[in-house]
């Protein structure tokens, strides 16, 4: 008993729990293990009664050294590794990571494989905000609606995974085009699922978008202001959630995103609501973007020819996509070979998460809850 | 949004919660869209990729492998050990061993994408579950070798 | 053995075998509706549809060993569940099923069970304070608070039947309800009541003490096996005892269209409209996010007491003018 209560004691010296400032102040660890940090966030919460005073996310938990594997290998066999991180929206991460090599080799993409890149992406936007959408109400205690948006996610999975193979951590874009073809069932069953996805809208709508108790939930709660969202380097439907219309597909347009008409949808408050808003809508936008890909698939090859040995040419390069949770850039600085010397990978959900602290500040711990919903925090993704 | 007044708000409420509530009871009385798995199963598409399996070749009853060990040095996890050795009075090098460590597999594709002879394919197996890590150390070889003897699940296999 | 005690005695095995059934039923239900609403088809594994999964979760429940964490008041710990489960046992026995079947007639039958039902209050309270864990702290708080502001409106509801049938026995409001039941008379009591006892019972969407998301499971983070049975069985008695006091007062209890049973056939409509207002509790559950905490005070001291005051204030001109 002696040694427990020695070791205890060591334990809890990692705590800050000795200097707390006010002592009617206490510590609440939420996580790594709590139901609403989804997977393996801590958020440290000084508390005053059920008020948050100080909320601090610690991280780590999950962190599996993404960017030094990257220096280990050969530039190709990353590739698996990029649909890892964000495993709720991993084409745009695959994206992001072909693209970039295609720019810093100059290597052409036939018409055809960026289009398939384009409606697979905005198909695994989708499916992540069904995941949100599901997840944020779970979090607010409603059990109902996640179980809508899985059935609706179930579908677009079903049509991603006849294409890529695998229905969470695609592997599917390659340098140079994409690993495997579309055909006209693909083409059928998307069409299907728009038509399908545009109805069920109206159950969203009814039962969370209208819900008083939602409504009075997220309202106001959580307010980004444009001026925080812009010290914070928030980016994604939080930034726009914010009002800023800052989206890379439109900004920095790449692939084949200036050949479709889309809006961007911005919210006014930059309140949970209005992120959640922002999200509701951007999955109408994708599914615009969709149907238009559709109308204009050219034929052609799907892969374009890329050398199989590939060396990089010395220097460093760039390249940012539109993930489903935000900007997502990848930068690497090349030696020449086909080892990358450096990838840095700026992920949306790092710096969406860093708002935090001061967002929570005197919040209820509710609300808390609520606001890192609304977020759509993946925790992988930040700890890599 | 906010300024619908005491009486506003009540109604306002109370529509928006009976609306959910005539969601939720109409979905309640429509089908049900879960299959209770293992006792009915999913279709599952042919395009699934489970982990690599070599290909059966109807024509000459065996594999096209070459033994070049290509697709182990595409590996990014280094999972594939592929070794073959020169029987007397043949040309080429025949198998010998062909292993796939699947804890470390990730599914990416690239042995079955770099392999000239398309002699790698992915299983359809989805339904893989285990006591131990070295259950999921396969013989490929071995595993060929027992779908040979089903010649119909060996061609469904092959895609 | 006097027959008298004889009789208390069955009486008294009934009512906690009932207890036990009600929540299996209940528990069966909760599941059965709940998924059927999400669209999946729930428990199917155990007898035809899933109908003994219960007993096996209760077998399950009671082969658990109650961990008692240690810091905690070991004492105070292991009484909470029991003082959660009697007193909602007792209700039972002053419930009327049918018109000959009530163990034991009251006048006060009303009172009774109102203050019995208060009591698992001071069980979540003692569970929480025990249990030396900061979310079962929160959990017991938010419950306590919450039990406190929605008696006044509850109440007060109650009160505008009692005004006009002038008693508290339970028999004797049915006996009242002869021509017509008193949700016809009284909506809007009927509606506050309501809302009053989902959030008496910490059901959602006002379970705020067990708010998983926020609290992982709230007061009874801590309790495992039977203890953590008991709060379950005591959570479906007392969801019971609110739904069957509804029924009474304003459904009209135990009348139904008579049904050869004789003096018995009350308790097929009761049954009938208890389990109807269960369902729509749990209707409701799986429906709404959970409200906020403040706002759940809000709303009850800025619509349920002001409108159950005017309720009562025109309930009592009214029966003064007829
Ligand atoms: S799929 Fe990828 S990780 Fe798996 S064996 Fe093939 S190359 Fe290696
Ligand atoms: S790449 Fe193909 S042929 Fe070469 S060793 Fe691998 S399986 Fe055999």
């Given at each position: 008993m002696e040694?427990?209560?020695?070791?205890?004691t060591a334990?809890?010296?990692l705590?800050?729990?000795?200097d707390?400032p006010?002592?009617?102040?206490y510590y609440?660890?939420?996580?790594?293990?709590?139901?609403?940090?989804?997977?393996?966030l801590?958020v440290?919460?000084?508390?005053?009664?059920?008020?948050?005073?100080d909320p601090?996310?610690?991280?780590?938990?999950?962190?599996r050294?993404?960017e030094?594997?990257?220096e280990?290998k050969?530039?190709?066999?990353f590739?698996?590794?990029?649909g890892r991180?964000?495993?709720?929206?991993?084409?745009?991460y695959?994206?992001?990571y072909?693209?970039?090599?295609?720019r810093l080799?100059?290597?052409?993409v036939?018409?055809?494989?960026?289009?398939?890149?384009v409606?697979t992406?905005e198909l695994?936007?989708i499916?992540?905000h069904?995941?949100?959408?599901?997840?944020?109400l779970l979090?607010?205690?409603?059990?109902?609606?996640?179980?809508?948006?899985?059935d609706d996610?179930?579908?677009?999975?079903?049509?991603?995974?006849d294409v890529?193979?695998s229905?969470?951590?695609?592997?599917?874009?390659?340098?140079g085009g994409?690993?495997k073809?579309?055909?006209?069932k693909?083409?059928?069953k998307t069409?299907?699922?728009?038509k399908r996805?545009?109805?069920?809208?109206?159950?969203?709508?009814?039962?969370v978008?209208g819900?008083?108790?939602?409504?009075?939930r997220?309202?106001?709660?959580?307010?980004?202001s444009?001026?925080?969202?812009?010290r914070?380097g928030?980016t994604?439907?939080v930034?726009?959630?914010s009002?800023i219309?800052?989206?890379?597909?439109k900004n920095?347009?790449?692939?084949?995103y200036?050949?479709?008409d889309?809006e961007?949808?911005?919210g006014?408050?930059?309140?949970s609501y209005?992120r959640?808003?922002?999200r509701?809508?951007?999955i109408e936008q994708?599914l615009?973007?969709?149907e238009?890909?559709?109308?204009q698939l050219?034929?052609g090859?799907f892969l374009?020819?890329?050398?199989?040995k590939?060396?990089?040419?010395?220097g460093d390069c760039s390249?940012?996509?539109?993930?489903?949770?935000?900007e997502?850039?990848?930068?690497l600085?090349?030696?020449?070979?086909d080892i990358?010397?450096?990838?840095?990978i700026?992920?949306?959900?790092?710096s969406?998460?860093?708002?935090l602290?001061?967002l929570?500040?005197?919040?209820?711990?509710s609300?808390?809850?609520a606001?890192?919903?609304?977020?759509d925090?993946?925790?992988?993704?930040?700890d890599? | 949004?906010?300024?619908r007044?005491?009486?506003?708000?009540?109604?306002?409420?109370?529509?928006?919660l009976?609306?959910?509530?005539n969601?939720?009871i109409?979905?309640?009385?429509?089908?049900?869209v879960t299959?209770q798995?293992p006792?009915?199963?999913c279709e599952i598409?042919?395009n699934y990729?489970g982990?690599v399996?070599?290909?059966?070749n109807?024509?000459?009853?065996?594999?096209?492998?070459?033994v070049?060990?290509?697709?182990?040095?595409?590996c990014?996890?280094d999972?594939l050990?592929?070794?073959g050795?020169?029987?007397?009075?043949?040309k080429?090098?025949?198998?010998t061993?062909?292993?796939l460590d699947f804890?470390?597999?990730?599914?990416?594709?690239s042995?079955?994408?770099?392999c000239?002879?398309?002699a790698?394919?992915y299983?359809?197996?989805y339904n893989?579950?285990?006591?131990?890590r070295?259950?999921f150390?396969?013989?490929?070889?071995e595993r060929?070798?027992r779908?040979?003897q089903?010649?119909?699940?060996a061609?469904?296999?092959?895609? | 053995?006097?027959p008298?005690?004889?009789?208390?005695?069955?009486a008294a095995?009934?009512?906690v075998?009932?207890v036990f059934l009600?929540?299996m039923i209940?528990?069966?239900?909760?599941?059965?509706?709940?998924a059927?609403?999400?669209?999946?088809?729930g428990?199917m594994?155990?007898g035809?549809?899933?109908?003994?999964?219960?007993i096996?979760?209760g077998l399950?429940?009671i082969g658990?060993?109650l961990?008692?964490p240690e810091?905690?008041n070991?004492?105070?710990f292991?009484?909470?569940?029991?003082?959660s489960?009697?007193?909602?046992?007792?209700?039972?026995?002053?419930?009327?099923?049918?018109?000959?079947l009530q163990?034991v007639?009251m006048?006060?039958?009303?009172?009774?069970?109102?203050?019995?039902t208060?009591?698992?209050v001071i069980?979540?309270?003692?569970a929480?304070w025990?249990?030396n864990n900061?979310?079962?702290l929160?959990?017991?708080?938010?419950?306590?608070?919450q039990?406190v502001?929605?008696?006044?409106p509850m109440?007060l509801?109650?009160?505008?039947?009692?005004l006009?049938?002038?008693?508290?026995?339970l028999?004797?409001i049915?006996a009242?309800q002869?021509?017509y039941?008193?949700?016809l008379?009284?909506?809007?009591a009927?509606?506050i009541?309501?809302i009053?006892?989902?959030?008496?019972?910490n059901?959602?969407?006002?379970?705020?003490p067990?708010a998983?998301?926020?609290?992982t499971?709230?007061?009874h983070?801590?309790?495992?096996g039977m203890?953590?049975?008991?709060f379950f069985?005591?959570?479906y008695?007392?969801?019971f005892?609110?739904?069957?006091i509804?029924?009474?007062?304003f459904?009209g209890?135990w009348?139904g269209?008579?049904?050869?049973?004789?003096?018995?056939t009350?308790?097929?409509w009761?049954?009938?409209?208890?389990?109807?207002l269960?369902?729509?509790?749990i209707?409701?559950r799986?429906?709404?996010p959970?409200?906020?905490?403040?706002?759940?005070?809000t709303?009850?001291?800025?619509?349920l007491?002001?409108f159950s005051?005017?309720?009562?204030l025109i309930?009592?001109v009214?029966?003064?003018?007829?």
């Amino acid at each position: 008993m002696e040694n427990l209560a020695e070791n205890r004691t060591a334990y809890t010296d990692l705590e800050p729990a000795t200097d707390i400032p006010n002592e009617n102040h206490y510590y609440l660890n939420m996580g790594p293990q709590h139901p609403s940090t989804h997977g393996v966030l801590r958020v440290l919460l000084e508390m005053d009664g059920e008020y948050v005073v100080d909320p601090q996310p610690v991280l780590g938990y999950g962190h599996r050294m993404q960017e030094k594997m990257a220096e280990h290998k050969n530039w190709m066999a990353f590739m698996p590794n990029t649909g890892r991180m964000d495993y709720a929206a991993a084409l745009p991460y695959n994206h992001g990571y072909v693209a970039l090599f295609e720019r810093l080799c100059g290597i052409e993409v036939p018409a055809r494989a960026e289009y398939i890149r384009v409606i697979t992406s905005e198909l695994n936007r989708i499916v992540s905000h069904h995941l949100w959408i599901g997840a944020m109400l779970l979090d607010m205690g409603a059990f109902t609606p996640i179980l809508y948006t899985f059935d609706d996610r179930e579908q677009v999975l079903d049509i991603l995974e006849d294409v890529t193979g695998s229905r969470l951590t695609y592997c599917y874009f390659r340098v140079g085009g994409v690993c495997k073809d579309i055909d006209d069932k693909f083409v059928e069953k998307t069409r299907a699922f728009i038509k399908r996805q545009r109805e069920r809208f109206d159950i969203y709508n009814k039962l969370v978008t209208g819900n008083i108790i939602f409504i009075k939930r997220t309202e106001g709660v959580g307010v980004i202001s444009p001026d925080m969202a812009r010290r914070y380097g928030v980016t994604g439907p939080v930034l726009r959630g914010s009002g800023i219309a800052y989206d890379v597909r439109k900004n920095e347009p790449y692939s084949v995103y200036p050949n479709f008409d889309f809006e961007i949808p911005v919210g006014r408050n930059g309140d949970s609501y209005d992120r959640y808003m922002v999200r509701l809508l951007e999955i109408e936008q994708s599914l615009r973007i969709i149907e238009q890909a559709l109308d204009q698939l050219p034929e052609g090859s799907f892969l374009g020819k890329a050398p199989k040995k590939m060396k990089m040419p010395t220097g460093d390069c760039s390249f940012s996509v539109e993930a489903a949770r935000g900007e997502l850039t990848y930068y690497l600085v090349s030696g020449g070979g086909d080892i990358p010397y450096r990838l840095k990978i700026r992920v949306p959900s790092y710096s969406n998460l860093s708002v935090l602290p001061e967002l929570c500040q005197g919040m209820l711990l509710s609300d808390l809850v609520a606001a890192m919903g609304s977020m759509d925090l993946v925790i992988p993704e930040i700890d890599r | 949004m906010n300024n619908r007044g005491y009486f506003g708000e009540l109604w306002f409420g109370a529509k928006s919660l009976l609306i959910g509530l005539n969601v939720t009871i109409k979905e309640l009385f429509r089908p049900i869209v879960t299959v209770q798995y293992p006792r009915e199963e999913c279709e599952i598409t042919p395009n699934y990729r489970g982990h690599v399996e070599l290909v059966f070749n109807t024509e000459t009853g065996g594999c096209d492998c070459i033994v070049c060990g290509m697709c182990a040095k595409a590996c990014p996890s280094d999972c594939l050990v592929v070794k073959g050795e020169k029987k007397e009075g043949e040309k080429r090098k025949s198998l010998t061993l062909f292993s796939l460590d699947f804890t470390k597999c990730s599914l990416c594709g690239s042995c079955v994408e770099t392999c000239p002879k398309g002699a790698l394919d992915y299983s359809q197996d989805y339904n893989i579950a285990g006591f131990t890590r070295e259950e999921f150390h396969y013989d490929l070889i071995e595993r060929l070798e027992r779908r040979h003897q089903q010649p119909l699940a060996a061609a469904a296999g092959g895609n | 053995m006097p027959p008298e005690l004889l009789r208390m005695i069955i009486a008294a095995v009934l009512v906690v075998a009932f207890v036990f059934l009600n929540a299996m039923i209940l528990g069966y239900m909760e599941r059965k509706v709940s998924a059927h609403i999400q669209r999946r088809p729930g428990l199917m594994e155990v007898g035809p549809h899933g109908v003994l999964q219960l007993i096996v979760d209760g077998l399950k429940l009671i082969g658990k060993q109650l961990v008692v964490p240690e810091g905690s008041n070991k004492f105070l710990f292991r009484l909470a569940p029991v003082l959660s489960f009697a007193p909602c046992v007792l209700p039972f026995v002053v419930l009327p099923f049918a018109r000959k079947l009530q163990i034991v007639s009251m006048d006060i039958s009303l009172i009774f069970i109102l203050a019995m039902t208060s009591i698992n209050v001071i069980a979540i309270l003692v569970a929480g304070w025990a249990s030396n864990n900061k979310y079962s702290l929160f959990g017991t708080f938010r419950s306590v608070a919450q039990a406190v502001s929605y008696e006044i409106p509850m109440l007060l509801s109650i009160l505008s039947i009692i005004l006009i049938t002038s008693t508290f026995s339970l028999q004797g409001i049915i006996a009242a309800q002869k021509y017509y039941w008193f949700i016809l008379i009284q909506p809007l009591a009927f509606i506050i009541y309501f809302i009053s006892g989902l959030a008496e019972t910490n059901r959602a969407p006002f379970d705020m003490p067990e708010a998983e998301s926020e609290l992982t499971a709230g007061f009874h983070t801590e309790y495992s096996g039977m203890g953590f049975s008991f709060f379950f069985l005591a959570e479906y008695a007392n969801m019971f005892t609110v739904c069957s006091i509804a029924t009474v007062l304003f459904l009209g209890g135990w009348k139904g269209i008579p049904l050869p049973l004789g003096d018995y056939t009350g308790i097929f409509w009761f049954m009938l409209k208890v389990y109807g207002l269960l369902f729509v509790m749990i209707w409701v559950r799986w429906t709404y996010p959970r409200v906020r905490f403040d706002q759940l005070m809000t709303f009850c001291w800025k619509y349920l007491i002001p409108f159950s005051l005017a309720n009562l204030l025109i309930t009592a001109v009214l029966v003064k003018l007829i």
